[in-house]
């Protein structure tokens, strides 16, 4: 027996081997915040005052990803707005964010670029509407 196969089993009675994992994958979230399934307008502007519409597909109180309809190299910071409803009134979370990583393989479909965005500034208001909007999907998810 190899000692890598051997390290997995366990000996009970003579001749009868178990294995001692119960089966299963085990996975370590290692996030500072919890990520919330979303899909909110994004509008983002890099340098210029040319704004462009993006989706945002989650967020967490620490950054977000996201679909842009172009390609943006890794460090960039982005002028940001989350548009979202609360009741019959738009809301907008403004801010900074840097991009700190990038999947530049678009879909087909779409033409969309994926990428992930670390928060770096909100606009006077901003985290405390993201966080009761986090607030509010984590309260619906455990419904």
Do not use: C
């Amino acid at each position: 027996m190899s000692p890598r196969k051997h390290s997995t089993m366990v000996r009970r009675k003579k001749g009868e081997v178990r294995s001692k994992s119960k089966g299963g994958i085990f996975i370590v979230e290692r996030r500072k915040h919890p990520r919330f399934t979303i899909e909110l307008p994004l509008d983002y502007a890099i340098e210029s005052v040319d704004r462009h519409g993006g989706i945002a597909a989650n967020a967490s109180q620490s950054g977000l990803l996201v679909y842009l309809p172009e390609a943006i190299v890794v460090g960039t910071l982005l002028r940001i707005d989350i548009l979202f409803a609360k009741g019959s009134e738009l809301n907008t979370i403004g801010g900074t964010a840097k991009v700190v990583w990038s999947d530049l393989a678009p879909k087909e479909i779409w033409g969309e670029y994926r990428y992930g965005l670390e928060f770096q500034a909100f606009h006077e208001g901003g985290f405390q509407k993201l966080r009761k909007l986090l607030k509010g999907l984590g309260e619906t998810r455990h419904r």
